[in-house]
Structures are given as structure tokens and as C-alpha cells.
């Protein structure tokens, strides 16, 4: 048995225990780093983006995480194993700092992984998931998508879960020009400030047609009831499978609500986010945070310097 991560609060009596990690799909937006390493691996400061995902999982009770994994499984299947010669060498050196870090990844749940044999969309990869998961209600994270570590949406989506039952979906606003990227919501009022029900969904609509400025964001609390939704699925757009267009279907039959998240979030597979995300965190970081943000203004200034009448490098 898997002791507790740390930071998990106080287990709450929740019917969602498993966690669905897809981390399968090809990173195109980042070759070439890509190319033989995951976009969930690449480091976000000191660890791999994928572990700060699995970290809030434990963090929301959640104590079993299934990676769905594509051609690049070993490295991945490594930073959640343990690494004895690395921890044998630490322990030597009696670096217990080090060592922690290191056994960190794999004690925050019961870690498990499953083979997507092709990257054949997100909605296949979640199916992947269907034999280990069962008849049970289960959170799907995306191992590229950040929820900034001080917020509860996770924890929020699980409670309205366990409320209303049917699925869950996050929502964001974001501005007009930048729905296309995105899953979008068509919502109404539920009764509560930051839940909405959504009534339709549309896999990266073209600005015009987009039914609102609510993205779907990589967090989702899913009803079982989406497995056999998703095995009739044909390939939509992309010709993947789109987790978005089974959603669809489960919310035309009313059973899908949206919580609305206005805190922060990076999409670490797209480059520009990643080094924002990068820049960010590590600032924030008590080690390494003051020299950095001292040698970032030096550096702004130099590029205002550089850069005749540029006042906005820091936007
Ligand atoms: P993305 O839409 O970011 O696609 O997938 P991608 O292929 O990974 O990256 P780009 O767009 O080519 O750069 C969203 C999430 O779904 C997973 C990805 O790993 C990511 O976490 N995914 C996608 C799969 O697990 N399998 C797939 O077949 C597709």
C-alpha cells in the first residue's frame, strides 16, 4: 500500500479514486525535442511537466494513476519506478535532499501504464483506460496541461461529481480569437456561480461558429458511461477520436456540467506557454527565485537597451 503524498489532504469519502493520464499523443508543436522524448517529460524547471500533473492528482485523493503511454513509454515508465542505483549512490553520499527527489515520482499513488499501440486521438487513449478504470467515475488529466499546484479545481470538479453526478468538464474563458485551439462549451446556468451545464460541445470551432468563449481545458471528471460512447466514436476531426465529440452525446442527454476555473494554467506542449510556465515557476521558486528574478530585470533592461523605444518586453 502506497503511503499518502504529503500534500494529499485528509482522504474525503470521494467515489472517484483512479486517475487517467494520456501522454501518448505525437507533440508535434514541439519537434524536434520531441522527437524521442515526450512533451510530458520536458522539464518544467527541475521535474518532468507530467509529474506536477500527478502530483495534484494525489494531491485530490486521488491514489491511482494510469499513464497511457505511446512510443516513448520507458521514460515515462522510468521516472515513476524507482532508480536504485541512483538512490543507492545518494544514500552513499548521504544526500538525503537528492534522494528524496528522487523517490518522490513514485510514491504519490499507485502508479500503473497501458500501451495506446497508435496515437489515434484523445478519445482512443481514454478508451485505452476502460479495462483498468471498470465501471467506476474517473479523473483524466492531461500530462501537458498545469493547473497552477495552489489551486483546488481538481478537488471542485470532484465534489460537483459527487453533487450531480454524470460527467464534469473545466472550463475557461478565453479570448474570441483563440477558441479554435480548443474544445468549446455551449452552456447555461446550473445554479451555482461556477458551474454551468453544458449543453453542446464543438471540437475547435472556427471563431464564427463557436457556441461560446468557454474552452475545454485538460481536466475532466468522467461517468463510465463514456466508454461505450466512445467505442462507436468514429474519427472526427483530425480524423482522431475526439474525447469532445463523445462528450457531445453524453451532454445532449443533459449529463455533462462545466466547472468554470479562472485561475492559472500552461499548456507546456505549446512552446511560447512553456517558456512562460518555465519563467514563471522558477521565479516563484524560494532556491532559485530571487537571483533569477534579479538577473530577469537585468536582462529586460538590457533588451530595453538594446531595443530603442521597446517598453513592452515584459508583457
Ligand atoms: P494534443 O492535442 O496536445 O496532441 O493532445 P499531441 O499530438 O499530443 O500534440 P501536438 O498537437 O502534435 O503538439 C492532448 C493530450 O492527449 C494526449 C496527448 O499526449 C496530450 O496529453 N493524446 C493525444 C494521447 O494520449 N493520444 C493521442 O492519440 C492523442
Given at each position: ?51 506536477y500533473v500527478?502530483e495534484e492528482?494525489?494531491a485530490a ?80 488529466l492531461?500530462?501537458?496541461d498545469l493547473i497552477d499546484p495552489r489551486e483546488t479545481l481538481l478537488s471542485r470538479m470532484?465534489?460537483v ?8 468538464v473545466a472550463l475557461m474563458e478565453v ?18 456561480e461556477d458551474v ?18 468557454y474552452a475545454v481545458i485538460g481536466r ?38 462545466g466547472v468554470v476555473f479562472k485561475g492559472l494554467r500552461h499548456d507546456t506542449?505549446?512552446?511560447?506557454d512553456?517558456?512562460r510556465t518555465?519563467?514563471r515557476l522558477?521565479?516563484e ?31
Amino acid at each position: 500500500m502506497i503511503a499518502p503524498h504529503p500534500s494529499a489532504p485528509a482522504a474525503p469519502a470521494r467515489t472517484v479514486r483512479k486517475a487517467v493520464v494520456p501522454a501518448a499523443g505525437l507533440g508535434t508543436r514541439f519537434l524536434p525535442a520531441t522527437k524521442a522524448t515526450p512533451k510530458e517529460m520536458l522539464p518544467v524547471v527541475d521535474k518532468p511537466a507530467i509529474q506536477y500533473v500527478v502530483e495534484e492528482a494525489a494531491a485530490a485523493g486521488l491514489d491511482d494513476v494510469l499513464m497511457v503511454t505511446g512510443r516513448h513509454k520507458r521514460a515515462i515508465e522510468d521516472h515513476f519506478d524507482h532508480a536504485f542505483e541512483l538512490e543507492q549512490a545518494l544514500t552513499a553520499k548521504g544526500d538525503t535532499v537528492r534522494l528524496d527527489a528522487v523517490r518522490d515520482p513514485a510514491r504519490l499513488a499507485s502508479i500503473h501504464h497501458i500501451r495506446q499501440g497508435e496515437p489515434l486521438g484523445l478519445g482512443h487513449a481514454v478508451l485505452c483506460a476502460r479495462r483498468h478504470v471498470g465501471d467506476q467515475p474517473f479523473a483524466v488529466l492531461l500530462g501537458d496541461d498545469l493547473i497552477d499546484p495552489r489551486e483546488t479545481l481538481l478537488s471542485r470538479m470532484l465534489g460537483v461529481r459527487d453533487r450531480r453526478l454524470g460527467s464534469v468538464v473545466a472550463l475557461m474563458e478565453v479570448p474570441p480569437e483563440q477558441i479554435h485551439r480548443y474544445g468549446c462549451a455551449a452552456v447555461e446556468p446550473a445554479g451555482e456561480e461556477d458551474v454551468v451545464r453544458v449543453t453542446g460541445l464543438v471540437e475547435k470551432p472556427a471563431r464564427q461558429h463557436a457556441p461560446s468563449r468557454y474552452a475545454v481545458i485538460g481536466r475532466y471528471v468522467l461517468d463510465p458511461a463514456v466508454f461505450s460512447v466512445l467505442e462507436r466514436t468514429p474519427p472526427g476531426r483530425g480524423g482522431e477520436i475526439q474525447l469532445t465529440d463523445a462528450l457531445q452525446e453524453l451532454a445532449a442527454g443533459g449529463t455533462v456540467h462545466g466547472v468554470v476555473f479562472k485561475g492559472l494554467r500552461h499548456d507546456t506542449g505549446d512552446k511560447a506557454d512553456y517558456l512562460r510556465t518555465v519563467v514563471r515557476l522558477a521565479c516563484e521558486r524560494p532556491d532559485l527565485g530571487p537571483e533569477f528574478v534579479a538577473w530577469l530585470r537585468r536582462f529586460l533592461g538590457e533588451l530595453d537597451g538594446a531595443r530603442p523605444g521597446r517598453r513592452d518586453v515584459a508583457a
